[in-house]
Each structure stands twice: as structure tokens, then as C-alpha cells.
């Protein structure tokens, strides 16, 4: 029988303060709080051993809000609480984010010598006065500084995140920052296209404001990077993410490829088997919940059908540069691969798909207009699923019988 492997997530929310853009469930001034939490996290750790038992633990990602904030003392804690509680590979990647202003070299020993093998530095830019305007609390000197501390520390395995159509930024200032970036010769680099998202600083200040770089000009700053990127040897394995032959990141290919993983703390989310579910983004909620004080930490839950999984092995599929396959298809969707692949050979006219050793993948320019492509491959699946699975009826009939508790469905 095959190994079961499983990643790990721990949500580290607080911050030193909250970046212009950030919507991600993260507090700056609840320090306080912070021993209270490090024992709800402990404790939920604790908890889980049973729901890890079946799993070979191969990766551990601590995200944010800013982990390296929280302290490699209490980090090294909570992995030490895996590693008794789970059976964590010796050979499983274990990423840390860390933010360039509170790297510390003594924090990176001890980190290091823990068995943290990644660390995802948030560097955004390299122009000073973007990270400024972003809120960001670092300036490029900083970056180098935390990039060779790093190094010293003994990290062979090192991600930076960037992102483009800031305010005024032009894509001279694109070109400049990944070229400086590049010199820094990271193992990994995620570029994001700036969106504004209700609720931030950023949606009140510049919403429909001209400063912005248009629709345009931010696909001409991805295509840049795409092209700059693979020129330098950085190979693109999903929309955003590009590495150094070997230094993809494991841990987030788990949820493109559809692998079970476990989170811990507010906001986090799980995939087990074909339950789904998540925690409240309530800090307070949490720490009170875990230790039964009072309510559920749970926010949403579900079970996953096969319609369900086919629909996201298309979309996530498609998110990577590696794509889809017909066996893959037939194998999660039990269907005729054929209507998908008549839409996909549409796409390859527009330059938006191509095929290689029998898979299908967007091209850059398909990348830039993947949800709107990925929504028509749905509809497509869609339109097939009675006619062409006949073993969805009764998938179907089940679920209206759930809905209607057996009897007949009124409408």
C-alpha cells in the first residue's frame, strides 16, 4: 500500500503592522495575545495526533501575517509539538515567511537548526518609495541585508515575493526590480499582480484611481516577468510561481495538485480525503474555542463529490504550467475527455493553449485570462455531465434525496 503524506499549515496572524493591500487574516498591537496563542496552537497540535496518524508528514508551512514577528523560539515549539505528535519526514520541506525588517541572524540559527529548510522572504519591491506608498516597514537595503543572513544562516532554499501594477509604477520600474531582485539569486519567486480588495487601505485610496497601471500595462509587466524569469533559469510551474529546476515549492503544489493538508490557527484550511473545512478568522474565537470555553472554531465544512473534484482538477490543473491530461480527466471525471479538449484546441488558434506530450497547459498569454477561459471549460464539463456520465444520475439523485430528505422536491 502507498504512503499517505500530508502537508501541514500554521497560521501565524499577528503583524508589526498591516501592509495597505493585505486582505489575508492578519493583527497588528495583539502582542499580548500571543502566549495564549502559542498555547491554543499547541494544544489543537496536540489534538490532531489522531487525524495525522495515518500520514507521513513531507511538508510544514508557517504563513502569515509575519511568522518570523512571532519568534523562531515559539516556531521552533509548535514544529517540535509536530514532529511528537505527527510523523514528520526528515526529508520534508519546512518553509518559514519572514519579512525583511524582522530577520534576525540568531532567529535563522535557531530556525535552521531545527530542521526549517525554506524561507519565503516578502520583499514586494525594490523601489523604496512603492514599498513606502504599500505600507511595507522594509527598504531594499534591508533585503540584501536579510538575504545574506539567510545564506549565512545555511538556507540552500530561498522564495521571494514580488508584486507588480503598484501605484505610478512603470514597467521601467518593473524591469528594475527584477533585475535586482535576480542579482540577489533566489531559489524561487512568486509574482503577483496587484488587486485591490474590498476592506484594505489601498480599495478606498486608489480605487479607480488613474496612478494605477491599467488592464494593459499589468499584462505587459506578467509577460516581462514570465519571459525574464525563464531567461534566468526560473521555470513557471504555475501561474505565479517560478523556481530553479528542484526548488518548486512542495508544499503549495499540495493544493494544485488536489493533496490532502492540514491547517492550523484562524482562517487556516483543510483537505482531508474529500472533507473540506476551515477556521473562524476570529483570533479571540479561536483561542477561546480550542480550549472549549465557548463556540466552534469551525467556519465552513463540506464533502466533496466527484463533481466537485472534477471541477477543481480543472481548475487547479490548468493553474500549472504542467497542465491537464486526458488519462488524468477519464481517471477523476470518468468522462469523454473530447468536448474539453475541442474547447482547448479552440484556445490553441487564439495562442492562449498548447499541447506537449499529451497534456494540455495555458501560455503566458492564456495565464493573463485563465478565469475567464477556465469558467468556459467549466460550462463545457457541464453541458457533458448527463448525456456523457451516465454514473452522475444517481450522483444526482442522491443529492436532491439530501436535499428533500427523500421525498419529493417542490419547486
Known amino acids: 500500500m502507498a504512503e499517505k503524506h500530508l502537508g ?57 501575517g509575519t511568522p518570523s514577528y512571532y519568534g523562531a523560539k515559539r516556531l521552533a515549539e509548535l514544529f517540535n509539538a509536530l514532529k511528537r505528535s505527527g510523523k514528520v519526514l526528515k526529508s520534508s520541506e519546512v518553509t518559514v515567511e519572514c519579512n525583511p525588517d524582522s530577520v534576525r541572524p540568531r532567529d535563522l540559527d535557531r530556525l535552521r537548526s531545527e530542521g526549517v529548510n525554506r524561507i519565503s522572504l516578502g520583499v514586494q519591491s525594490a523601489s523604496d518609495d512603492l514599498l513606502k506608498i504599500i505600507g511595507r516597514r522594509h ?34 520600474d518593473w524591469a528594475d526590480t527584477l533585475a535586482r531582485v535576480l542579482d540577489l539569486e533566489p531559489d524561487h519567486v512568486s509574482g503577483y499582480g496587484l488587486k485591490l480588495e474590498e476592506g484594505t487601505p489601498m480599495y478606498d485610496q486608489y480605487k479607480d484611481s488613474p496612478v494605477l497601471p491599467t488592464d494593459d500595462e499589468q499584462a505587459d509587466m506578467y509577460l516581462y516577468m514570465v519571459e525574464t524569469l525563464n531567461h534566468y533559469g526560473y521555470g513557471q510551474y504555475e501561474v505565479s510561481n517560478f523556481a530553479r529546476r528542484g526548488k518548486a515549492s512542495r508544499h503549495n503544489m499540495k493544493y494544485w495538485d488536489m493533496d490532502d493538508y492540514l491547517g492550523f490557527g484562524p ?38 463529490d466527484e463533481l466537485d473534484r472534477a471541477a477543481e482538477y480543472l481548475m487547479l490543473g490548468m493553474r500549472r504550467s504542467k497542465g491537464i ?45 485563465s478565469n475567464i477561459l477556465i469558467g468556459s471549460l467549466w460550462e463545457a464539463q457541464a453541458e457533458y455531465r448527463i448525456s456523457g456520465n451516465p454514473w452522475m444520475e444517481s450522483q444526482l439523485e442522491s443529492s436532491v434525496k439530501d436535499l428533500t430528505g427523500g421525498g419529493e422536491l417542490r419547486v
Open 325 to 369: 491530461s486526458e488519462e488524468e480527466y477519464r481517471r477523476v471525471y470518468r468522462s469523454d475527455f473530447a468536448p474539453i479538449e475541442a474547447l482547448l484546441q479552440e484556445y490553441e488558434k487564439d495562442g492562449w493553449t498548447r499541447q506537449f506530450d499529451g497534456r494540455w497547459c495555458f501560455t503566458p498569454q492564456g495565464f493573463l485570462l
Open 267 to 304: 482562517g487556516a484550511h483543510s483537505c482531508i480525503g474529500n472533507t473540506r473545512y476551515s477556521y473562524r478568522k476570529d483570533l479571540r474565537a479561536y483561542i477561546d474555542g480550542v480550549a472549549g470555553k465557548e463556540g466552534d472554531i469551525l467556519d465552513e465544512y463540506e464533502k466533496l
Open 139 to 172: 527598504n531594499f537595503t534591508q533585503v540584501k541585508k536579510a538575504v545574506q543572513d539567510i545564506r549565512k544562516a545555511g538556507f540552500d532554499n530561498l522564495s521571494v515575493d514580488l508584486i507588480y501594477g503598484l501605484p505610478n509604477q512603470t514597467k521601467g
Open 8 to 64: 501541514v499549515y500554521v497560521h501565524i496572524p499577528f503583524c508589526a503592522s498591516k501592509c495597505g493591500y493585505c486582505d489575508f487574516y492578519s493583527l497588528a498591537g495583539c502582542d499580548k495575545l500571543m502566549g495564549k496563542y502559542q498555547d491554543a496552537l499547541l494544544r489543537h497540535i496536540r489534538e490532531s495526533a489522531n487525524t495525522m496518524a495515518p500520514y507521513y508528514i513531507d511538508t510544514v508551512y508557517f504563513g502569515g
